[in-house]
């Protein structure tokens, strides 16, 4: 019978917090699994274990779990490694035959049997089941023995009620689960680098509360679609969220017409975290999490960053600040947001954008141009108004 067996990641080692992660980890899994139909879940040690069940959910039902519920935990974060395996009975003429069917076995070059045995009254010892299982696979198979390089790996798990057949196992998603280190705040443009920014930060154990600032008419709604388009895509991967939407027109227009045009750019940046600290604090979050990478932009110069970051009571987190945008598009690749990230779309910095904005602000000519039109009351307005869409 196949089963979905996966690791956990490097939460094992979190000592007392264990069983909080670990019932934040099994909870997730079954939320993504429950899709595709019933499965049983425990866990035993670091190994968690899916078993798919009859509709009824009452016993096994034999059946392969689908290719789905497969992809969805390979999603979830917390668990560092999973791989499809044959659950079987212990007696070693019943695991050589299921042995024959593990997937990748038959055409690799060579391979080489691990085995492991929590069952310690098990009548073989692990180099003895490795010995004898390895010498059917390459009697019956003709595959050559390779112990230092193999080709492939047949791993065997001998526990007290079953014994468990696998192969290489895939990479997991990584990280710590959902929500074990605390919630923050995500500001989410339509752009390529703050949905990679949040998955960073989910996978280290952050639940997120995404914040897309527009600046409709002048923005599209087609952009705010974008950002949302984008918080399912992460929903997918860290779970249900609400992604608040609040207009930054009026704000903008403020600036535009008060303000020195070189500081456009940060004073809307400072608007954001003020708002975004409010979202903040109304919701229990304890950071922002932003896209900046250190001198992408004239925004992000250790200049701008740091006059930007004076608005925020909060801490605020930039995974991305030393990472290239060419592994930026890559990990945007490989949680799948690059596509919809490349969409052409405008962003609310985009517009009113000065021609040549200040790459060092000072902190004085800031504030002092915050004097210059009432920030706080424009901001309390476009938070009345906010809108909140759930996603996931
Ligand atoms: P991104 O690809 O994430 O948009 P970027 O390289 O375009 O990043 P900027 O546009 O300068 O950089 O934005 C820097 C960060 O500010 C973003 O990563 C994001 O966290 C935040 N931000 C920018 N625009 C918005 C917006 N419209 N709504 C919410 N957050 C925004
Ligand atoms: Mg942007």
Redesign the pocket.
Known sequence: MEIILLKMGEMVLKGLNRPRFEASLLARLRAVLAPYGAFEVSSHQSAVYAVPLTESGGAPSGLPPPDGAYAAAARVFGFSALCRAIRCGKDLDGIKQNALSLPGLRNARSFKVEARRADKRYPLTSPQICDRLGGFIHETLGLPVDVHTPGEVVWVEIRESSAYLHTRPDEGAGGLPPGTAGKAV????????????GWRMARRGLSLL??????YPY?SPE?KEK?LKLARILADWCGPMTVRI?S?TAIQEAIRKNCPADLA?VLT?RS?CRA?NAVALRNGAGA??????LG?????TMEALAVTEQASALPVLRP?IGTD?EE?ARLARRIGTFET?ILPYE????VFTPRHPQTKPKPEAVLAAEKLYDYAALEAETLKAVEKVEVG
């Open positions: 995500l500001l989410l443009s339509g752009g390529i680098d703050s949905p990679v920014a995404p914040v897309h600032f527009h600046s923005t952009a950002a609040l930054f750019t940046r954001m975004a922002l999490v932003t896209g900046d990478s992408q932009v004239a925004s992000q991305l945008k930026t990230s962003d609310c910095c985009g």
